[in-house]
């Protein structure tokens, strides 16, 4: 007896959601994530990793700070500006971090104008962004300048208390400002590829077979956001407190 | 609600938005050092600050929202497992504080 089994139901289902969606995505006996280009998966994921690494950083500084026995430096006074005579506590950091904030909202428009496929403004927004975090770079350039030279801060030891400052500082805010860097340079690239019309046009990457799309955009993007993400627990974290 | 395959479409009026709340957030918190507060207030407002303005950045500028939750609890429950690394560094910090104290300093005790 020959039966017909039907195997194409001419449109997908609705994948289901809340926990139970949770159970099917994961047992699907495919890929994990549903509707997430992999390369935005994968970025995730290292997002994931590169968290576990700023919070050992993290939680190491506050390890050593809490158990030091000399007293800790006043980041309010260590990274104040005199500005017109009149001395103001952490403003170099504040405006870093109002520079870093806007390069995210940037950012995030470039992520939207990219989706629109408006290249234009996708290419301009990058490039702010991209300003802004050499911007960024070139600040805490002149703040490590400030504290190396003026202060005679080392990371072995500083005149102002507490040896360990200058190991913490300089581990933290760098290991953060090389993200910056290397994020600046693939906000050049990712610019460069966006007004060139490699993504209207799919033509493939430097690296890679796969055809351009605007998905990098978003991609680079959760890099960026991440950088100023990590800034804002470092600003809480390490100036703050 | 859930995000189609081309990609995150948002209207620009809600990252706007979101900019505007992460600049007030950054001025607040850099408030809280200028007028010197201190002690639990200091770090209820800092953590609190810190907390809102990482949570909208990952929420709407990453599109964390929108995304499925398979992806959503991927990411975010093993984060959590940091709060016990964090736990296990400040017992060892008060006790290595303590036996500094109590080895290097005497009379601080």
Redesign the interface.
């Known amino acids: 007896m020959a039966q017909a089994i039907q195997t194409n139901t001419g449109q997908s289902l609705p994948?289901p959601?809340?926990?139970q969606?949770?159970v099917a995505?994961?047992s699907s006996d495919q890929r994990?994530?549903?509707?997430?280009p992999w390369g935005k998966?994968m970025m995730?994921?290292f997002?994931?990793s590169d968290?576990?690494i700023f919070?050992?950083f993290l939680?190491?500084y506050?390890?050593?700070?809490?158990?030091?026995?000399e007293p800790w430096p006043n980041p309010?006074e260590v990274f104040g500006l005199t500005l017109f005579g009149k001395s103001i506590?952490?403003l170099l950091i504040?405006i870093m971090?109002?520079v870093l904030?806007?390069s995210?909202?940037t950012?995030?428009?470039a992520?939207?104008f990219g989706?629109?496929k408006n290249r234009k403004m996708t290419f301009i927004l990058l490039l702010c962004t991209a300003a802004l975090g050499a911007t960024f770079v070139g600040m805490q350039a002149f703040e490590w300048t400030k504290l190396i030279l003026h202060e005679g801060i080392r990371p072995w030891g500083n005149p102002l208390g507490a040896a360990q400052f200058g190991a913490a500082f300089f581990m933290i805010t760098g290991f953060h400002g090389t993200h910056v860097s290397i994020g600046v340079i693939f906000l050049l690239i990712t610019a460069t590829k966006v007004i060139r019309g490699d993504l209207d046009h799919e033509r493939p990457g430097f690296m890679t077979g796969r055809k351009g799309k605007?998905?990098i955009v978003?991609i680079m993007?959760?890099y960026w956001?991440?950088v100023?993400?990590v800034w804002?627990?470092i600003?809480?974290?390490f100036?703050?407190? | 609600m859930a995000a189609h395959v081309e990609g995150q479409q948002h209207p620009i009026g809600i990252y706007l938005k979101i900019w505007g709340l992460l600049f007030v957030l950054s001025t607040a918190s850099y408030l809280v050092d200028y007028f010197h507060f201190q002690g639990y207030l200091r770090w209820f407002l800092i953590l609190l600050f810190m907390l809102l303005k990482a949570g909208l950045i990952v929420a709407v500028f990453m599109h964390m929202l929108w995304e499925r939750l398979a992806l959503m609890y991927a990411i975010l429950v093993p984060t959590v497992l940091l709060m016990f690394l964090l736990g296990i560094g400040a017992l060892e910090a008060d006790y290595t504080f303590l036996t500094r104290g109590v080895f290097f300093l005497k009379g601080l005790f």
Request: with cysteine; net charge negative; aromatic share 18%.
């Open positions: 994948l959601e809340g926990i969606g949770i995505d994961w994990a994530f549903k509707n997430v998966a995730w994921i997002l994931l968290t576990f919070s050992c939680i190491s506050m390890t050593v700070r809490m158990s030091t026995t309010s506590p952490l504040a971090t109002f904030i806007s995210s909202g950012m995030a428009m992520v939207k989706y629109e605007y998905e978003e993007g959760l956001h991440f100023d993400l804002v627990f600003f809480a974290v100036y703050l407190w």
